[in-house]
């Protein structure tokens, strides 16, 4: 079982360094709806930077829904655990 | 006409992206000849913006958009502004144009019968947001995907987007 909150605090970096915020602003409730700069190309720019990070490839099914923060940590740690 | 579509990307929201980062969206978006022809404009980074709107705006045309971007466009232009076809044969014709601002890039597509998609878009980019100076306004709501939905058949909550002739 992998460690959600390390997962939690690797997925905060790469949501800081791709959307230019600060980390301390991503929370449990961060999200495409609750962000600006989460734009259209920012997205595929995370999804990109989420797969090399966690040597994942996400469905296309998965990409649409990766939204949020608890989505992508969640999936994340899915992913991690099945292949664990 | 099937619909109309139209993205912004601003240079405030992909100004701090790394060479080594907008490679990897390239690598992983970009087809081949996307990427060869990206290679080949004087800045990768917005060669690349450019194609991914295109691609945007075309999905907006198709009445989605926040997926995943697969269609193929053969790039024609380079610079401030041009056009990118899609290259599927189909009954139903996808094309955009773009043109690059101080602040930002702005795509605009058609999907339309083939043969009247180049006509239906150069008599919009001539009478549109490319015919005279422009202020673009967006909105965005508290319900929402990634980017902004701004084609013919935006998604109920999704952030409009619009012209306002100044």
Known sequence: MHDRDRIGRRVREVLAQVLDVPAKSIDQDFSATSSVAWTSLNHLMLISQLETEFDVVFSNQEIRELTSYTTIVDTLGRRLDSVA | ?166
Not at chain 2, 33 to 40: L, T
Not at chain 2, 81 to 88: H, P, Q
Not at chain 2, 98 to 121: C, F, K, M, T
């Open chain 2, 1 to 166: 006409m099937q619909g109309v579509g139209i993205d912004l990307a601003e240079r405030s929201t992909y100004g701090h992206l790394s060479p080594s980062s907008v490679r990897r969206l390239a690598d992983r978006w970009l087809r081949p000849e996307e990427r060869a022809w990206c290679a080949a404009q004087p800045s990768f980074r917005e060669a690349v913006v450019i194609v991914l709107s295109c691609k945007e705006a075309v999905y907006k045309a198709w009445g989605r958009s926040g997926g995943v971007p697969e269609l193929s466009l053969a790039m024609e232009g380079h610079g401030a502004g041009g056009w990118a076809v899609g290259s599927d044969p189909a009954p139903i014709q996808v094309m955009a144009c773009w043109q690059v601002g101080e602040a930002s890039i702005l795509a605009l597509a058609v999907a339309a019968p083939a043969g009247a998609a180049r006509d239906l878009l150069e008599r919009l980019r001539q009478s549109g947001p490319f015919a005279r100076p422009i202020r673009l306004f967006l909105t965005r709501t508290r319900d929402t995907s990634p980017g902004h939905s701004c084609g013919s058949q935006p998604r109920r909550g999704a952030p409009t987007c619009g012209t306002n002739i100044r």
